[in-house]
């Protein structure tokens, strides 16, 4: 199995983390954390390039910050299960495009994500990516939301995670 792990540092992310490293996994299962280096300031220029600045800066931040955001996870998952492949990627792009593609390029099997991230808007049930991400995806898709509680039921086969 291949499962897919997109973070970005939100506490739906670590939501999301928190699960992955929770569940028990078939053995051979290969998890990859991926974080996506995508900056809130738009790209604009204007005639002072101050936004242009801004949006430069902002990306450097978060390309500074992304292997230790992919280390942490790493090592947390890898604690809970020692013998399951681990691996890390940081990718540029649109957040909901790269998680799409790359678990589509990984033959993923499974895309765990939180609900929400790091944008501004609130009031919606799901945030934008994680609503992208669940309406084009090749693959299961499993959004987890900080706060709620995790459980595990059966369809007569297989255990189901549900999210109470």
Known sequence: MKVLLAIDGSKHSAAAMEEVAARQWPAGTEIEILTVIHSATPLLLD???ALAAAYVE???ELRRRAP??????AAQ?????????VTTKALE????????????DQNTDLIVLGSHGHGR???ALLGSVA???AADALCAVEIIRAGRR?????DGERDLALTS
Request: charged residues 20%; aromatic residues 2%.
């Open 47 to 49: 005639p002072a390039f």
């Open 58 to 60: 902002s990306m450097e």
């Open 68 to 73: 230790e955001l992919l280390g942490t996870a």
């Open 77 to 85: 998952i890898r604690r809970a299960h020692p013998d399951l492949l």
């Open 93 to 104: 792009g649109t957040p909901r495009d790269v998680i799409v593609q790359e678990a589509a």
């Open 121 to 123: 808007v609130r009031q």
């Open 131 to 133: 609503t992208g991400v």
């Open 150 to 154: 995790s459980i595990t039921a059966t």
